[in-house]
């Protein structure tokens, strides 16, 4: 419940929550989502909600916009008072689904997490952001589009007009997510709900969307509620920060008492899962995070350092292109150049990073490594074989040495299936085991991602995000793969889970030998995980190196920059910057039959390579 001392220095609240009880129905009976929580935002007021994945933070959210009941919770008590601007503020628990439509998208955003789920498929995204404008602003067609190409300049979506017309699916990840916060701020909200709303989205583009929100909370004095897992965020956006725990508030104060003083041991233990960058600072190799449970701590992480590294992947001038198709018989008229003359080495039992912001070719590069994405040209060959020569039916087979962890865990798994006939499905497929053998295996793999094995009956929709995502790793590591490449497997992850997921990559690579394309965003987990970064920018590597070389002596201009951007967690360093000023990112649309030039390197230690080449602003 809210205190009298929280009541005495809210004055006037946007929004005043007071004893939320939301309940959900499972097989057991009716469970508690959210418990007795309390807690108010003020006009021009950021608060943060953390807290694990099922801690309750999205269940509250939720329940301001009265969805909540639409995924099967009952708000079973309490209020939540919310000022419309005219006074007299309203409960929303007791609103009619009419009174809160009108809300909804209208004096109430909410940014979503899963751009892909959030986002209608069979809509252009020029339909799906003028839809609120027409509907709550009662704008013409014309005038909704105008200003939905705003919006979409606003959050830094290149070529506007080309994506106006564009569906979700012809989108990256973080180009999805810049266009669900573009709705969400379409009808400028008195609240503002962000659910995650930089979780896929790159340092650059991150700093420019949180000063964006920022600049906005400030000059139109709207309220946000930021639910997040990113302590560093919480550091630079919040104003307080609500801490929860398994449906109950643990603690709550300002950002700097919550960063500085912290009470509880569990907002200790999370603000100790935090990767900050710099930590690995004259390290010789990654190492596990030292995480707190229980009394006796945990032993000291061991560096992982391979004796004699043999090179496993080798990729020679990698190219990937696709086609733009226009005009009335859908011809080839243009040519995407996704991937550009990408060469590097990964050696057994280590990880190679690829860092860079979305769209520049991270995710394409690492499909076009195991064919799920035929590439135009170049050479890969994994352990002396050469993948692009397979055949289909060799391709299959090699396909057990090489695995994949995609970014989103809930479109790579199959709803229909239960978990464990999803890890088992691989090794059915290569006939891997008896029946009493796979179970054994697969029992062993939910031990190994520190799963109960009672989940193994369960279907993916009643699993969190970060045990999902623990479900894609355990499927991964079916079939002992020699290389598995992890495309922003931790993005979406809470931090202490995030903090378990990547202890649980490395402590599987030191025990198998696995080596690891890890492609990110994320700085600070990059600088933990990598022995080598390679950082890439429109489709091709401007600087490759060791991780030492790369964090500790960046040369690039580009590099700099991704490194200046990401955030700290400390409140007292806030980064946050009005003036962030990113040069706009050239198109990768070329016209067919252009030549681009080769990439050129000068080795600025051995080992350590820069672009050099005036086309990619170094």
Same mark, same amino acid.
């Given at each position: 419940?809210?205190?009298?001392?929280? #009541?005495?220095?809210?004055?006037?609240?946007?929004?005043?929550?007071?004893?939320?009880?939301?309940?959900?129905?499972?097989?057991?009976?009716?469970?508690?989502?959210?418990?007795?929580?309390?807690?108010?935002? +003020?006009? &021009?007021?950021?608060?943060?909600?953390? /807290?694990?994945?099922? @801690?309750?933070?999205?269940?509250?959210?939720?329940?301001?916009?009265?969805?909540? *009941?639409?995924?099967?919770?009952?708000?079973?008590?309490?209020?939540?008072?919310?000022?419309?601007?005219?006074? +007299?503020?309203?409960?929303?628990?007791?609103?009619?689904?009419?009174?809160?439509?009108?809300? #909804?998208?209208?004096?109430?955003?909410?940014?979503?997490?899963?751009?892909?789920?959030?986002?209608?498929?069979?809509?252009?995204?020029?339909?799906?952001?003028a839809e609120s404008l027409i509907v709550h602003r009662g704008m013409t067609r014309a005038q909704a589009r105008a200003r939905a190409l705003d919006l979409l300049r606003e959050v830094r979506?290149?070529?506007?007009?080309? #994506?106006?017309?564009?569906?979700?699916?012809?989108?990256?990840?973080?180009?999805?997510?810049?266009?669900?916060?573009?709705?969400?701020?379409?009808?400028?909200p008195r609240l503002l709900i962000c659910d995650e709303p930089t979780t896929a989205l790159d340092v650059t583009i991150q700093a420019e969307i949180l000063a964006l929100i920022n600049r906005?909370?400030?000059?139109?004095?709207?309220?946000?509620? $930021?639910?997040?897992?990113?302590?560093?965020?919480?550091?630079?956006?919040?104003?307080?920060?609500?801490?929860?725990?398994?449906?109950?508030?643990? =603690?709550? /104060?300002?950002?700097?008492?919550?960063? *500085?003083?912290?009470?509880?041991?569990?907002?200790?233990?999370?603000?100790?899962?935090?990767?900050?960058?710099?930590?690995?600072?004259?390290?010789?190799?990654?190492?596990?995070?030292?995480?707190? +449970? &229980?009394?006796?701590?945990?032993?000291?992480?061991?560096?992982?350092?391979?004796?004699?590294?043999?090179?496993?992947?080798?990729?020679?001038?990698?190219?990937?292109? $696709?086609?733009?198709?226009?005009?009335? %018989?859908?011809?080839?008229?243009?040519?995407?150049?996704?991937?550009?003359?990408? @060469?590097?080495?990964?050696? &057994?039992?280590?990880?190679?990073? %690829?860092?860079? *912001?979305?769209?520049?070719?991270?995710?394409?590069?690492?499909?076009?490594?195991?064919?799920?994405?035929?590439?135009?040209?170049?050479?890969?060959?994994? /352990?002396?074989?050469?993948?692009?020569?397979?055949?289909?039916?060799?391709?299959?087979?090699?396909?057990?040495?090489?695995?994949?962890?995609?970014?989103?865990?809930?479109?790579?798994?199959?709803?229909?299936?239960?978990?464990?006939?999803?890890?088992?499905?691989?090794?059915?497929?290569?006939?891997?085991?008896?029946? @009493?053998?796979?179970?054994?295996?697969?029992?062993?793999?939910?031990?190994?991602?520190?799963?109960?094995? @009672?989940?193994?009956?369960?279907?993916?929709?009643?699993?969190?995000?970060?045990?999902?995502?623990?479900?894609?790793?355990?499927?991964?590591?079916?079939?002992?793969?020699? %290389?598995?490449?992890?495309?922003?497997?931790?993005?979406?992850?809470?931090?202490?889970?995030?903090?378990?997921?990547?202890?649980?990559?490395?402590?599987?690579?030191?025990?198998?030998?696995?080596?690891?394309?890890?492609?990110?965003?994320?700085?600070?987990?990059? *600088?933990?995980?990598?022995?080598?970064?390679?950082?890439?920018?429109?489709?091709?590597?401007? =600087?490759?190196?060791?991780?030492?070389?790369?964090?500790?002596?960046?040369?690039?201009?580009?590099?700099?920059?991704?490194?200046?951007?990401?955030?700290?967690?400390?409140?007292?360093?806030?980064?946050?910057?009005?003036?962030?000023? $990113?040069?706009?990112?050239?198109?990768?649309?070329?016209?067919? &039959?252009?030549?681009?030039?080769?990439?050129?390197?000068?080795?600025?230690?051995?080992?350590?390579?820069?672009?050099?080449?005036?086309?990619?602003?170094?």
């Amino acid at each position: 419940m809210l205190d009298e001392t929280e #009541r005495a220095g809210a004055a006037a609240p946007l929004v005043a929550i007071d004893g939320l009880r939301v309940t959900f129905q499972t097989r057991e009976g009716r469970v508690a989502g959210v418990n007795d929580i309390g807690f108010s935002i +003020r006009p &021009g007021e950021c608060v943060c909600v953390v /807290g694990e994945s099922g @801690s309750g933070k999205s269940v509250t959210s939720l329940s301001l916009m009265r969805l909540v *009941e639409y995924g099967g919770g009952r708000i079973d008590g309490g209020a939540m008072l919310f000022d419309r601007g005219d006074g +007299r503020p309203v409960d929303l628990a007791r609103q009619t689904d009419a009174a809160m439509r009108k809300l #909804r998208g209208n004096q109430i955003g909410m940014i979503f997490q899963e751009p892909m789920t959030s986002l209608n498929p069979v809509f252009t995204v020029g339909d799906q952001l003028a839809e609120s404008l027409i509907v709550h602003r009662g704008m013409t067609r014309a005038q909704a589009r105008a200003r939905a190409l705003d919006l979409l300049r606003e959050v830094r979506i290149p070529e506007p007009e080309r #994506r106006l017309d564009q569906y979700p699916h012809e989108l990256s990840g973080g180009m999805r997510q810049r266009v669900v916060i573009a709705m969400a701020m379409a009808c400028e909200p008195r609240l503002l709900i962000c659910d995650e709303p930089t979780t896929a989205l790159d340092v650059t583009i991150q700093a420019e969307i949180l000063a964006l929100i920022n600049r906005l909370k400030r000059e139109k004095t709207m309220a946000v509620l $930021f639910i997040t897992h990113d302590m560093a965020v919480v550091a630079q956006m919040a104003d307080r920060v609500v801490v929860m725990l398994r449906g109950d508030k643990v =603690e709550e /104060g300002t950002v700097t008492e919550i960063f *500085e003083t912290p009470r509880e041991e569990y907002t200790k233990a999370l603000l100790a899962a935090v990767p900050r960058l710099g930590e690995m600072r004259g390290k010789p190799a990654p190492e596990p995070l030292r995480l707190m +449970r &229980g009394a006796g701590g945990q032993a000291a992480p061991r560096p992982i350092i391979v004796d004699d590294p043999q090179p496993l992947l080798i990729v020679r001038d990698l190219c990937t292109r $696709f086609a733009v198709k226009g005009g009335l %018989l859908r011809r080839t008229v243009a040519q995407v150049h996704a991937v550009e003359d990408v @060469s590097f080495a990964l050696n &057994g039992g280590e990880t190679l990073s %690829l860092v860079g *912001e979305s769209g520049c070719g991270k995710s394409t590069c690492g499909r076009s490594i195991l064919r799920l994405v035929e590439p135009t040209s170049g050479s890969v060959h994994l /352990g002396g074989t050469d993948v692009l020569a397979l055949s289909p039916r060799a391709l299959r087979r090699a396909r057990a040495d090489m695995q994949m962890i995609f970014q989103d865990p809930f479109a790579s798994l199959d709803p229909q299936m239960k978990l464990y006939d999803q890890l088992e499905e691989p090794m059915l497929n290569y006939g891997i085991g008896s029946k @009493s053998e796979r179970q054994d295996r697969i029992a062993g793999l939910f031990d190994r991602v520190e799963l109960p094995r @009672s989940f193994m009956r369960r279907y993916p929709h009643e699993m969190s995000g970060g045990q999902r995502q623990r479900i894609a790793i355990a499927r991964a590591l079916a079939l002992n793969p020699k %290389l598995i490449i992890a495309d922003e497997a931790v993005s979406a992850l809470d931090v202490s889970v995030q903090a378990q997921v990547l202890n649980l990559l490395m402590e599987l690579q030191q025990d198998l030998g696995i080596s690891m394309l890890f492609i990110s965003h994320d700085m600070a987990v990059v *600088e933990r995980v990598s022995h080598h970064v390679a950082v890439m920018y429109l489709g091709r590597i401007v =600087e490759i190196g060791t991780r030492a070389q790369v964090f500790e002596n960046p040369q690039h201009s580009y590099t700099r920059q991704l490194m200046a951007a990401v955030p700290v967690a400390d409140p007292r360093q806030k980064k946050i910057a009005e003036d962030l000023t $990113f040069t706009p990112i050239p198109s990768p649309i070329h016209p067919i &039959g252009h030549v681009s030039p080769r990439s050129v390197y000068r080795e600025v230690a051995p080992g350590h390579r820069v672009l050099i080449d005036p086309v990619t602003h170094g």
